[in-house]
């Protein structure tokens, strides 16, 4: 059983910053899919960005490419999302998720396939 604990969210004015970290309690950490995902009030859980275990394979949403980052920390078994430029539509609860197995790429984009999550962390973004 893995266990996420994000961390890092708040408020933030429109264009901010902030740093969300998720810390796992696996030791195996380092081999695991890590993503975040996140969901405003009303709407589905979405994809946000994706790591692959040893950081070769990346992806990002359309909607936060080139203001968001994605990096992990193996010997720390966390990772991390970096947000900038934050704009008030990026208001959600943020979780990471992670996968022991592995995925196809079209997987990566589908929190059905993550098996543990974390209890999410609020950002709020105000204009």
């Known amino acids: 059983q893995v266990q996420l604990v994000e961390s890092g969210g708040g408020l933030v004015e429109a264009g901010g910053s902030l740093r969300l970290s998720c810390a796992a309690s696996?030791?195996?950490?380092?081999?695991?899919?890590m993503a975040w995902f996140r969901q405003a009030p009303g709407k589905e859980r979405e994809f946000v960005a994706v790591?692959?275990?040893?950081?070769?394979?990346?992806y990002f949403a359309d909607s936060v490419k080139g203001r968001f980052t994605i990096s992990r920390d193996n010997a720390k078994s966390t990772g991390y999302l970096q947000m900038n430029s934050l704009k008030p539509e990026d208001t959600a609860v943020y979780y990471c998720a992670a996968s022991t197995g592995l995925l196809l790429r079209s997987q990566y984009y589908q929190p059905n396939f993550y098996r543990f999550w974390g209890q999410g962390t609020q950002v709020t973004v105000s204009s």
């Open positions: 696996e030791r195996t950490f380092s081999s695991d899919i």
């Open positions: 790591i692959t275990g040893a950081g070769g394979n990346i």
